[in-house]
């Protein structure tokens, strides 16, 4: 019997895909995990299914065990809150899964420099404007109009 490798897919950035991504790689199925977890029942697979699909969050403790089951950092597959930094460097992590010809090469950037606080400033702008979204002071198109003409203005980090 031959056995054909697929690199498995990361559909999106979510943490369901990520432990699907995670599990395919390891080549195991979800009835494995289910398993390993002491998952009992007709249905074991489905509180695993639901994980992966988004349909479910699992607990921190669930998240260490199948961290452990699949050998993988646990950080890599938790949920992230991204104003943790140490979440943002995973998140760059996973992203190269999605974006496979893009480099991002950060070697010139000087941490102490006005960069950082542009970035910091411009991504406290989106959150803003993102935030008026969420409340419905303005519609689903005027923030993607923003978004598609947010302008950074570097001059006034530099004043």
């Not at 559909?11 to 895909?17: A, I, L």
């Not at 949920?79 to 979440?87: E, G, L, R």
């Not at 519609?139 to 980090?157: A, P």
Request: charged share 35%; proline share 2%.
């Amino acid at each position: 019997m031959r056995y054909i490798y697929t690199k498995p897919e990361l559909r999106d950035m979510s943490q369901g895909s990520r432990i699907a991504f995670v599990r395919q790689f390891r080549h195991l199925s979800q009835d494995k995990v289910s398993d390993a977890l002491g998952l009992t029942g007709e249905c074991k697979r489905r509180t695993i299914t639901r994980y992966e699909k988004g349909d479910r969050n699992p607990r921190d403790e669930r998240i260490s065990k199948i961290s452990e089951i699949l050998n993988v950092e646990y950080n890599s597959i938790k949920s992230y809150d991204y104003k943790n930094i140490i979440d943002l460097i995973y998140f760059f992590l996973w992203l190269e899964e999605i974006l496979p010809n893009y480099h991002l090469d950060l070697s010139d950037v000087n941490v102490y420099s006005n960069d950082v606080e542009l970035l910091i400033n411009s991504l406290v702008k989106w959150a803003e404007i993102r935030e008026k979204w969420y409340k419905r002071e303005i519609s689903y198109e005027e923030y993607i109009e923003w978004k598609l003409n947010f302008k950074i203005e570097e001059d006034s980090i530099y004043e």
